[in-house]
């Protein structure tokens, strides 16, 4: 839409290359998703609110120039009652865009509108994106936009932005944009106090700073002594004229905002939605939580029997690989380090890249289809048994892909305590890079029951985290929190989305470990053959056995499963890779011609697709556990299954499970809160890895056996 009868600035923010646009919404309507479809993007897309914490930039290119698109969190006001709203307001009062794009969710437009009102006052050339129209329409509600746009006198554009239906509309609206004409008008009194400390402010913003003053909000900007005086005497005014500038400033946006919707809805036939008829089974007080339980075990089974296939090609490529080395002409120590070192241990770690990808993927579906914002929900009970709100149940979920970004995603959590108490249970959750670990052993050691056994280890480490949050809230004297939580309706993800999330976050995950797992495989390779030839008595060796005596009560004594942990501190990625080098280093790789190792490349490939294709029904009949393991296990496999028995391999896969999970989650928690705390998160943590790993030695013990 051109917006013919926009008035006042109209500006242009496509006519000058380097242009800032930033978009604004309400949590939950579609802005992150809206960049991504106009500018191809890989931002982070999610649906529950908070899934955009931090401030988030993309590239543009139109024909009038490259513009800069950025992505600000959620946020219900500019008022900085939240992270999210602090953001927000400081990005744009002390920094304002060149133009606002202000997506709103056509099927909440009272609600929503209520935040376009606060914007319009901020000055600022702006268009309105009426997106998740689909969804309006699946309610029964039928809008006219145009009628929104006479209103406002900005361009209103209807969208769905997860199909890619009105982007180019919006594009060209962009051209049109204006600052709004509407103004909400509040009471005569009021009215005249802002406009006389409106004219003491110099900013572009300065009735909605205004406004904010008199209402006693805080404001990120840096005023001078006068006008905040100013503000409180002429909020004191009011006050004792029996005028309450918070309330009477609220009442009139949400009135104007009702009003607005109502003229901008033509047409309500209220409809059960699916979200309506789903939403009384996962959300129902007794079957909620095994859905949710039920939800997470497919999640694990599918990514057990899509992925193990595509393990076992990639080992088998590996194994050809330091094969075809050994024809090389070159010295055997040199040799030793391409096959057994490179091949041997960054390849191992590459070789579990499907079970990431499959575990993203499942991650990824849940996560876009609103399933994991109802497991929020679901979880509020158990949060509040901790002293937390259901919302902290978030990061937690967040943790099983990376802790890092979990750490960072506490900044939706109001209450700094509650940040703290949440960050120092992340580290906790399985990350993906510890699930490398777990496939390994429980494929090992617990083949028919590899899905139960990391499953358990899951909730584990779940179960730690709340305790550990509870234990901190009790000892600061922390009383429960308590917060609203906004669900959103169930969205069926495409596939294009999914699959693209999921590759960034492999993707993600193999680029950001290639350099800790090639610096450790290096040093360890390294140290396992000085002095050359003598495994047994190298420096590695030496090195680990000094934690034989610490781990013997767990079971744990072979210093090649010991020398493990130390690199793992660093990245927990680094430990299948070091094991590889440890275990498989001592043993020559067998030359292999070129002929007969393509033959198992193809052999392997054409079985692994044939797998995969039997993985479908096996997933929707579920007629067992787990895939069966193969036939044939791999070198390490069968080297670790002569190394220690069940009882120690499940004290281990604890250990991994709960001491610091990489030096990137201490660097997080200590940007958040402060070394102190990184240092106490990084005791803690070993402190109860060491005392869990041995409860479940002794209990394994007398369950299982040595």
């Known amino acids: 839409m051109g917006c013919p009868d926009c008035e006042g600035g109209a500006a242009t ?79 744009l009062l002390r920094n304002p865009p060149d133009l606002v794009v202000n997506v709103v969710d056509a099927g909440n437009l009272e609600r929503n509108l209520h935040l376009t009102l606060e914007l319009a006052e901020l000055g600022l050339p702006m268009v309105v994106a009426l997106n998740l129209m689909d969804e309006a329409a699946a309610k029964g509600y039928t809008l006219d936009p145009a009628a929104l746009e006479r209103e406002l006198g900005v361009p209103v554009v209807p969208l769905v932005a997860s199909r890619g239906e009105g982007t180019e509309a919006l594009l060209q609206a962009l051209a049109h944009a204006a600052v709004p004409r509407l103004q909400v008008r509040y009471p005569d009194a009021l009215e005249r106090a802002a406009h ?62 009702h009003e607005l919707a109502q003229g901008t809805l033509v047409g309500a036939q209220p409809r059960l939605t699916l979200t309506d008829r789903v939403d009384r089974w996962v959300l129902h007080p007794l079957l909620g939580g095994p859905i949710f339980l039920l939800g997470m075990l497919l999640a ?13 090609f990639i080992g088998t490529l590996q194994e050809v690989l330091a094969g075809w080395i050994q024809h090389l002409p070159l010295p055997p120590l040199a040799l030793s ?41 679901i979880a509020d009970r158990m949060m509040l048994l901790a002293g937390l709100p259901g919302r902290a149940f978030i990061p937690l979920i967040l943790g099983f892909g990376c802790n890092v970004p979990a750490v960072y995603a506490t900044r939706i959590l109001t209450s700094r305590i509650d940040r703290l108490r949440v960050a120092l249970a992340v580290p906790f959750m399985s990350c993906s890079a510890r699930l490398v670990v777990f496939t390994l052993f429980a494929a090992v050691f617990f083949p028919k029951q590899a899905a139960l ?12 985290g709340i305790l550990s949050a509870w234990v901190l809230g009790r000892l600061a004297g922390q009383p429960p929190s308590t917060g609203l939580m906004e669900l959103p309706p169930y969205r069926l993800p495409t596939l294009r989305v999914v699959i693209k999330q999921a590759w960034a976050r492999t993707r993600s995950f193999l680029e950001g470990a290639g350099g800790p797992i090639l610096l450790a495989v290096l040093f360890v390779w390294l140290l396992l053959n000085l002095p050359p030839g003598d495994l047994e008595h190298s420096l590695y060796a030496r090195a680990a056995g000094w934690l ?14 010991l020398g493990a942990l130390i690199p793992g501190f660093v990245a927990k990625e680094v430990v299948v890779g070091t094991l590889a080098v440890s275990y498989l280093g001592a043993e020559p790789t067998a030359a292999l011609g070129f002929l007969q ?64 999970p990489c030096v990137a989650t201490v660097a997080a928690i200590k940007n958040e809160f402060g070394r102190a705390w990184a240092l106490v998160a990084v005791v803690y943590e070993l402190i109860v890895a060491w005392a869990l790993a041995w409860g479940v030695y002794r209990l394994a013990l007398a369950w299982l056996g040595g």
């Open 13 to 91: 923010a496509t006519q000058v290359e380097g242009a800032r646009i930033v978009t604004v919404g309400n949590p939950n309507t579609g802005k992150t998703t809206l960049i991504n479809a106009l500018a191809g993007s890989d931002l982070k897309v999610g649906n529950w609110p908070g899934t955009t914490v931090e401030r988030l930039e993309a590239a543009l290119r139109l024909p009038q120039g490259e513009v800069r698109l950025v992505d600000l969190p959620g946020a219900y006001g500019l008022a900085p009652t939240t992270p999210e709203e602090a953001l927000t307001a400081q990005e």
């Open 196 to 257: 006389e400390l409106a004219r003491r402010l110099d900013h572009p913003a300065s009735r909605w700073l205004a406004l904010a003053l008199l209402a006693g909000e805080e404001v990120p900007l840096e005023l001078d002594e006068e006008a905040l005086a100013l503000a409180r005497g002429l909020r004191a005014e009011l006050e004792r004229a029996g005028i309450d500038p918070f309330l009477e400033i609220e009442n009139a946006r949400y009135t104007r905002a």
């Open 300 to 312: 694990f089974r599918f990514t057990f029997l899509f992925s193990t296939p595509w393990v076992d």
């Open 337 to 377: 380090f391409l096959a057994d070192g490179l091949v041997g241990g960054v390849g191992t770690v590459i070789s579990f890249a499907p079970v990431l990808f499959f575990l993203y993927l499942a991650l990824a579906f849940l996560e876009t289809s609103g399933f994991l914002a109802r497991a929020a929900f």
């Open 453 to 464: 056994v990391v499953f358990a280890l899951y909730v584990l480490g779940m179960a730690v």
């Open 548 to 561: 034989a005596p610490l781990f013997a009560p767990l079971g744990i004594v072979d210093w090649r499963l």
């Open 597 to 660: 190792g393509l033959g198992q490349i193809l052999a392997t490939l054409w079985a692994s697709l044939l797998t995969t294709l039997g993985a479908v029904p096996a997933l929707v009949g579920f007629p067992q556990l787990a895939p069966p393991s193969p036939d044939a296990p791999t070198a390490l496999q069968a080297a670790l299954g002569a190394a220690l028995g069940p009882a120690a391999a499940l004290a281990y896969m604890v250990y991994v499970l709960l001491y610091t």
